[in-house]
């Protein structure tokens, strides 16, 4: 991810992704939007890694504390607001568009509930709704891996590569999590029942 995103330093409008965008790379929001998320996206993931060790949990609830308040303002203030202008210009046609849209805007409610149930001191409730909101940031890493592993086994054209990959991106991470989530449920009721 990191790689991917230096090479944007130059801030130049015909490398990488910005290739296939050429139709909307003179619309100042989008290009706004584009490089706001790029370039902070970043500290949405690296923040939200923090924010599942059990050793910063116990030993430094001040850093647990200020890294998930950096998670949470990038996405609710900085990445919401950039990637759903992007959304609406994505590639993929309606399909992908929409699968973007929706993705963005669960990604905004699971973080906004994170922190809501955090506030009203319900922590069961804040640790699934973080689950699920960082399921939907390392979409950002699920996206490109789909990628790989698609046009390792077949030859999709890229518009319809990106429809599903715009799907596939974040559909199975949301799926995963709830499982997860579920499974730890399951495992309090069972530990519940044999105390």
């Known amino acids: 991810m990191l790689l991917g995103i230096v090479r944007y330093i130059p ?3 015909n490398i990488g992704f910005l ?3 050429q139709d909307y790379i003179h619309i100042i929001p989008w290009k706004i939007a584009f490089y706001t998320h790029v370039f902070s996206v ?3 993931l690296l923040a939200g890694l923090t924010q599942f060790s059990s050793f910063i ?3 430094h609830r001040r850093v647990h504390k200020i890294m998930g308040k950096i998670y949470a ?10 990637a759903f202008i992007m959304a609406i210009y994505a590639n993929g046609q309606l399909p992908g568009k929409t699968a973007f849209l929706v993705l963005d805007c669960l990604w905004f409610w699971f973080t906004y509930k994170a922190v809501a149930e955090v506030r009203r001191k319900n922590i069961k409730a804040h640790k699934e709704y973080m689950i699920r909101s960082y399921a939907l940031t ?3 890493v699920t996206l490109r891996t789909w990628k790989i592993i698609i046009l390792g086994f077949v030859y999709v054209d890229p518009l319809h590569l990106y429809m599903i990959d715009a799907w596939m991106g974040f559909v199975p991470n949301l799926l995963l999590a709830e499982w997860l989530i579920r499974r730890k449920r399951a495992a309090n009721k069972k530990a519940i029942a044999l105390s």
């Not at 990038?74 to 607001?81: A, C, G, Q, T, Y």
């Open 11 to 13: 801030m130049q409008d």
């Open 42 to 44: 970043i500290f949405a």
């Open 19 to 21: 290739k296939f965008k």
């Open 73 to 82: 303002y990038d996405i609710l203030f900085i990445n919401f607001p950039a």
């Open 57 to 59: 949990l116990k030993e």
């Open 138 to 140: 390392l979409s950002a």
